[in-house]
């Protein structure tokens, strides 16, 4: 007999569990379903405050997790997209979302846990990798937080009815900041305050916890989840962090109005209870009405509370400036987002290539040693540019990715590896021509030196088509840089062949200069065929690529 509390613990325990774990499912599989989309339907809804509550809304409504609708807004916030008081009215929304979803969970949906699990499972097993497989995870997860609720109700039940339990809560103290802080640390700890909702009120339902507690733990649930989403983005920039802040703030405001006033709600509960008769639905309808509440009064304050965040969190001075990095680690959870954050990261690493692309040609030309120098330093930050980008490709879940974001995971990393491979060729370029040209004082002829510049002026543009290719995916410009691949090579082989022919003539410059030119010739095509393989993905998933150059 006294082993039977223990199994209904572990039971209790295990429950929890499933109801964090079928959340966590809901709201990754909405994300990899519909991540792009929620982009979109939020960055649409910044024109006025009463769209962007609506909006937050509706986002919240589906992933079921106001943190991951807030790390969204921080990334937008972090790259300039939109501004803190914008953000914040979202975030309003986005809490009352989340409440919603608590008070729908709130109805005997017994029946449909099965059903969910049952359809789910078959849709994903038949179609896994397709977007019927990720709507069954979804109803998956929807399934396993009814069957959750159900399995909490059930082991809670015979552990009330045991001395010990009953007297352990008729001892508590009657301490509503006690009861906040706790709800706060079990949110932090679940990862889910929509998980902590649906627990506490099944357990004031089945009396384990009494009902000015519950209230007490629902207002630090709320705050608990705006603590996990500032804890999230620590490691962000000003700019990023402060939609995190400003909602915590929120957040503290509401807990702090309604503290006074939880004496005169618990003693309302009778009135109410001819319209809401279950004590579930009331703890979850208390939290629908804080957030609500708390959305009426603030969202006129969305502006004061953001110029209050900025000063909190200023942006670092000129002198300390740091760039920002677009590897957002807070969006990792949304791959569209992510692969959004390392293809812009990877246009960055382009942008230093063609710094260096257009300095070689002045160092040719000017002899200049000090820009020769910090040109083949900058080929260090193309290297560490290229590692924090495959790395921060290599923590999106290829299983998250739909085949759309699979190839462009893939076209990130072609890219990136290609613009490494440049970057180290025009190191050893400059090399070479410090060593055989500046050092001995030496000198392209002028008709090598035309050819040379020739071929740069081809390069850049090449680079720069390059760039568009990968930024846009147009397979018209893929071919167009593809074809320039075989331009390059013929004028490779052409001018290699004047300079020969002018070491025939015994031009003295031709002579002195010939090894250093014949070499910058065949590595300034390596880099333009480096360039050029940036359209072989694009063209491949055109399917427009032949199989070989061979003849059959």
């Not at 590897?327 to 954050?341: K, M």
């Not at 002899?367 to 924090?388: F, G, H, I, K, T």
């Not at 020969?500 to 095509?525: G, P, V």
Request: a neutral charge.
């Amino acid at each position: 007999m006294a082993a039977l509390p223990v199994i209904h613990l572990l039971n209790l325990l295990a429950a929890i569990a499933l109801l964090v774990w079928g959340t966590s499912i809901v709201r990754t599989g909405m994300m990899r379903l519909l991540g792009e989309n929620l982009r979109l339907v939020l960055a649409r809804s910044f024109s006025n405050r009463g769209n962007s509550v609506l909006a937050g809304i509706g986002v919240t409504g589906l992933v079921q997790s106001s943190m991951a609708t807030c790390l969204m807004l921080a990334s937008f916030a972090g790259q300039g997209l939109v501004t803190t008081s914008a953000a914040l009215a979202v975030m309003l929304g986005a809490d009352v979302g989340t409440a919603l979803m608590a008070a729908v969970y709130s109805f005997d949906l017994s029946w449909v846990s099965p059903l969910l699990i049952f359809v789910g499972v078959v849709m994903f097993v038949s179609r896994q990798n397709s977007e019927i497989g990720r709507a069954g995870r979804v109803l998956i997860g929807l399934g396993l937080i009814t069957l959750a609720l159900q399995l909490i109700v059930a082991s809670t039940r015979p552990m009330i009815e045991t001395p010990a339990v009953r007297a352990l809560i008729v001892s508590l103290p009657n301490e509503v900041l006690l009861d906040i802080l706790v709800g706060a640390v079990l949110t932090v700890l679940a990862y889910s305050s929509l998980a902590i909702v649906l627990l506490t009120a099944t357990l004031a339902t089945s009396g384990l916890v009494p009902v000015q507690v519950a209230f007490g733990l629902i207002v630090g649930a709320n705050i608990g989840s705006a603590l996990l989403a500032f804890f999230a983005t620590s490691g962000a920039t000003p700019a990023a962090r402060r939609v995190p802040f400003g909602n915590l703030l929120f957040k503290f405001i509401g807990a702090a109005l309604t503290i006074p006033l939880l004496p005169y709600v618990v003693g309302a509960l009778p009135h109410v209870r001819e319209f809401v008769p279950e004590l579930h639905q009331q703890v979850v309808g208390f939290h629908l009405l804080f957030n609500v509440v708390l959305a009426l009064t603030c969202v006129g304050f969305t502006g004061a509370v953001a110029k209050l965040t900025e000063r909190g969190l200023p942006d670092p001075r000129e002198g300390t400036h740091k760039r920002r990095s677009h590897l957002d680690a807070a969006v990792l959870g949304t791959p569209s987002l992510a692969i959004s954050c390392a293809a812009r990261e990877a246009m960055h690493q382009a942008d230093v290539v063609e710094t260096m692309l257009r300095g070689l040609l002045d160092v040719i030309r000017s002899n200049d040693l000090e820009l020769a120098e910090r040109l083949r330093r900058m080929d260090d930050q193309v290297d560490e540019l290229y590692s924090a980008i495959k790395f921060y490709l290599t923590q999106i879940s290829k299983e998250a990715l739909s085949e759309r974001e699979g190839r462009r995971w893939t076209d990130i990393v072609s890219f990136t590896i290609n613009m490494e491979q440049v970057a180290d060729i025009i190191e050893r370029v400059l090399q070479d021509v410090e060593d055989k040209k500046i050092r001995k004082n030496r000198s392209f002829s002028e008709a090598g030196m035309a050819e040379i510049c020739h071929l740069h002026e081809r390069l850049v543009a090449n680079l720069r088509l390059a760039m568009s290719v990968f930024l846009d995916g147009h397979v018209r410009d893929a071919r167009k840089l593809l074809e320039e691949k075989a331009r390059f090579r013929d004028l490779e082989h052409e001018y290699a062949a004047n300079h020969i022919a002018r070491l025939q003539d015994n031009t003295a410059q031709s002579i002195e200069t010939s090894s250093l030119h014949l070499d910058l010739i065949s590595e300034l095509k390596r880099i333009n065929s480096h360039l050029c393989g940036v359209a072989y993905p694009i063209l491949e998933s055109a399917g427009v690529l032949a199989r070989t150059r061979m003849r059959s």
